[in-house]
């Protein structure tokens, strides 16, 4: 987005050039399709992410992973996890939660800011509060579950975003996940899962954070997404990428 003219030029070249486009779901071809005149909706392949199930181990429970962080087992805990950049809305959800935080809740931002003044930003936006907790680091592979499974729920408050992979990594532990109903996030979570919000409402993600606290079968949403996550496998996105090769070849 940052130089998103030179950008918009060389894709065009670069859509009129290439035989075959792949995306990641319905909305990114409506996207492109309205925005460059050499992409033609009808003519990409819709094909999604695999998921993260393989790649994390996933063998704590609760209670372990909670133990091995501090967290009292009566807290709820929104988790942010992932590389903290401008476009994910990491200060503005600090922010919205240490306004009305729920009472024995907690909020964990979990990754390394891609600059100082975004870090800055979020330290403002804690204003001393002692319910948010900041673990600025890279997390090893070894550590990622304790994380996931510690928390009750997933808070990705993008600004901007087409496809989320901290989506699918929420989806592989079955984490409920809060997000904006914006790019593929729809697509890719299950409807049990409905715990996304209007990017354009003001009190959205708010709304959101109070509507996960006070749910009683955030577990229901846990199995579905899990369940959503083995739908969403590697296998399946190398068969699709498969047969996208298969026509493009055909059509020579």
């Not at 509060?129 to 090893?140: G, P, Q």
């Not at 989806?171 to 979570?189: H, V």
């Not at 919000?197 to 959205?204: E, I």
Request: charged share 25%; hydrophobic share 35%; proline share 4%.
């Amino acid at each position: 987005r940052k130089y998103s003219r030179t950008e918009k030029l060389v894709n065009e070249l670069l859509f009129y050039a290439c035989d075959g486009i792949s995306v990641k779901c319905n909305e990114s071809a409506e996207i492109i399709s309205t925005t460059y005149r050499n992409a033609n909706k009808e003519e990409m392949s819709v094909i999604s992410d695999g998921n993260y199930i393989s790649v994390y181990d996933n063998n704590i429970s609760r209670s372990e992973a909670r133990a091995d962080l501090s967290v009292d087992d009566g807290s709820f805990v929104y988790l942010y996890f992932g590389l903290i950049r401008e476009y994910k809305g990491v200060p503005e959800l600090v922010s919205t939660f240490t306004n009305r935080a729920p009472p024995k809740s907690e909020m964990w931002i979990v990754g390394r800011p891609r600059s100082d003044e975004i870090q800055e930003s979020i330290e403002e936006a804690i204003t001393n509060s002692d319910r948010v907790r900041t673990r600025y680091k890279f997390i090893e592979a070894s550590r990622v579950q304790y994380y996931m499974n510690m928390a009750d729920v997933l808070v990705l408050p993008y600004r901007h975003i087409l496809n989320s992979g901290s989506v699918h990594l929420g989806l592989s532990f079955g984490l409920p996940i809060i997000a904006p109903e914006m790019g593929c996030i729809p697509e890719t979570i299950p409807d049990e899962n409905d715990l996304l919000y209007d990017p354009n409402d003001s009190k959205g993600l708010e709304e959101a954070l109070i509507n996960a606290y006070e749910r009683s079968d955030l577990k229901s949403i846990s199995k579905a997404n899990y369940s959503r996550a083995l739908e969403l496998n590697w296998e399946h996105t190398a068969e699709q990428m498969l047969t996208m090769y298969e026509q493009l070849i055909h059509l020579e």
